[in-house]
C-alpha cells in the first residue's frame, strides 16, 4: 500500500533550493562585512542579522532528526 506522503518529503529539489538561498545569503553577507572592514567602514547590524539568521536556519535544515531511522 502506497503511504500518503506531502511533497515536502517526496521533493528533494525544495530543500536544495532553501539550503542554495540561505548559503548565497551568508556567503554574501560574510564578503559584505569583509569588504566593509577593509574599508574601514562600519558593519550594519542588518548583515550581521542576515548572516546569523542564514546560519542558523542552515544548522536547522542540515542537522539530523533526532529520533529518525
Known amino acids: 500500500m502506497k503511504r500518503n ?3 515536502l518529503q517526496t521533493d528533494s529539489w525544495i530543500y536544495r533550493i532553501v539550503v542554495s538561498a540561505l548559503s548565497l ?10 569588504w566593509l572592514q ?4 562600519e558593519i550594519p547590524e542588518i548583515l ?3 548572516g546569523t539568521g542564514a546560519l542558523g536556519g542552515l544548522a536547522g535544515l542540515l542537522a539530523p ?3 529518525k531511522e
Open 5 to 7: 506522503l506531502t511533497p
Open 25 to 34: 545569503t551568508l556567503i554574501s553577507s560574510i564578503s559584505g562585512a569583509v
Open 38 to 41: 577593509a574599508n574601514d567602514k
Open 48 to 50: 550581521i542579522g542576515l
Open 65 to 67: 532528526t533526532p529520533g
